[in-house]
Nanobody, 114 residues
Framework: VHLVESGGGLVQSGGSLRLSCAAS????????MRWYRQAPGKERELVAT????????SYADSVKGRFTISRDNEKNRVYLQMISLKPEDTAVYYC????????WGKGTVVTVSS
């Protein structure tokens, strides 16, 4: 099982990034997918969730209206489009697959400069 995040980087405040998570080794279309983040010195927090079909999404209050989670079950990928980024969005971003067991990626670093 592999979850590999990509798309992180350094961006100025107000900028945008699109994170991608490539999944392999399990039946991706059965799994709810989530994006988490962990800022330095803070606990990991749930950012966004998308159901297995992609029919339902939910977001942390801190990112509502700025982040959009989506998925492509043909390509076994989940995405996180982030706009209007703020310095407080700086964190390591992880994707997580949830069904009968949880799988985690190793994360991608997002740094937002002020």
């Amino acid at each position: 099982v592999h979850l590999v995040e990509s798309g992180g980087g350094l961006v100025q405040s107000g900028g945008s990034l699109r994170l991608s998570c490539a999944a392999s080794g399990f039946t991706f279309s059965r799994y709810t997918m989530r994006w988490y983040r962990q800022a330095p010195g803070k606990e990991r927090e749930l950012v966004a969730t998308i159901t297995s079909s992609g029919g339902s999404t939910s977001y942390a209050d801190s990112v509502k209206g700025r982040f959009t989670i989506s998925r492509d079950n043909e390509k076994n990928r989940v995405y996180l489009q982030m706009i209007s980024l703020k310095p407080e969005d700086t964190a390591v971003y992880y994707c997580m697959a949830n069904y009968d067991i949880n799988y985690w990626g190793k994360g991608t670093v997002v740094t937002v400069s002020s």
